[in-house]
């Protein structure tokens, strides 16, 4: 039986948790701090992990970090109502691989030799993902041509770091990808947008109140 540790400050969301993912088969182990949440990881099997991001002891993304550094393919799903979350991501790379100032389809494209020096100088193993987002938000609201996210996931592959899409505005990437790529104008959006997340490890999407 696959066992899930849950990791909220708040005790009755813990409880909240633990009753309904106990009802659907899973063995639940719950902590309230990330101190507690990395000793329960070193001495249980934990198949994968529902983390908040608020903690009182620590910041839910470093402690993300310090799992991924754990457990490099361990599956966690971020559940919380910090909506600034991604634009914390965004700054992991702690270097900008975009360039919006060129006349090209694909504004929106990541730098590949960028992406190669950035794992050089900081190391594969303190990167626990790499993520692009689909219009890129940080490049503009610029599309990502599918060659582009098709050489990040073979980059990242060498090296064994996840590739998480954001999937702000897929559809919309999807469309500019049939009307400006080559070899997709044959091809329907959904099948697009399926291809795309073919290289994805994971996704995360937020939706407005207005969807």
């Given at each position: 039986?696959?066992?899930?540790?849950?990791?909220?400050?708040?005790?009755?969301?813990?409880?909240?948790?633990?009753?309904?993912?106990?009802?659907?088969?899973?063995?639940?182990?719950?902590?309230g701090?990330?101190?507690?949440?990395?000793?329960?990881?070193?001495?249980?099997?934990?198949?994968?992990?529902?983390?908040?991001?608020?903690?009182?002891?620590?910041?839910?993304?470093?402690?993300?970090?310090?799992?991924?550094?754990?457990?490099?393919?361990?599956?966690?799903?971020i559940?919380?109502?910090?909506?600034?979350?991604?634009?914390?991501?965004?700054?992991?790379?702690?270097?900008?691989?975009?360039?919006?100032?060129?006349?090209?389809?694909?504004?929106?494209?990541?730098?590949?030799?960028?992406?190669?020096?950035?794992?050089?100088?900081?190391?594969?193993?303190?990167?626990?993902f790499?993520m692009?987002?689909?219009?890129?938000?940080?490049?503009?609201?610029?599309?990502?041509?599918m060659?582009?996210?098709?050489?990040?996931?073979?980059?990242?592959?060498e090296?064994?770091?996840?590739?998480?899409?954001?999937?702000?505005?897929?559809?919309?990437?999807?469309y500019?990808?049939?009307?400006?790529?080559n070899?997709?104008?044959?091809k329907?959006?959904?099948?697009?947008?399926?291809?795309?997340?073919?290289?994805?490890?994971a996704?995360i999407?937020?939706?407005?109140?207005?969807?």
């Open positions: 039986m696959s066992r899930i540790l849950v990791v909220e400050d708040e005790a009755n969301l813990r409880l909240l948790y633990r009753n309904e993912l106990e009802i659907e088969g899973y063995e639940v182990s719950d902590v701090t990330g101190a507690d949440a990395l000793k329960i990881l070193e001495y249980e099997k934990i198949d994968a992990v529902v983390l908040d991001l608020r903690l009182p002891d620590v910041y839910g993304l470093q402690l993300l970090n310090d799992m991924l550094s754990q457990r490099r393919n361990l599956p966690i799903i559940n919380t109502a910090y909506d600034q979350f991604r634009e914390d991501f965004h700054s992991w790379g702690a270097e900008a691989f975009y360039d919006t100032t060129l006349e090209a389809p694909f504004k929106g494209n990541m730098d590949i030799g960028k992406l190669e020096r950035c794992i050089a100088e900081f190391g594969a193993e303190k990167i626990p790499c692009i987002t689909v219009t890129n938000n940080t490049g503009g609201g610029q599309p990502v041509a060659a582009n996210i098709r050489a990040v996931k073979t980059t990242l592959q090296y064994g770091i996840p590739l998480v899409i954001d999937a702000c505005r897929f559809a919309e990437n999807a500019f990808i049939h009307e400006r790529e070899g997709y104008r044959g329907t959006l959904l099948e697009i947008a399926q291809e795309m997340f073919s290289y994805a490890d996704a999407w937020k939706s407005s109140p207005s969807v």
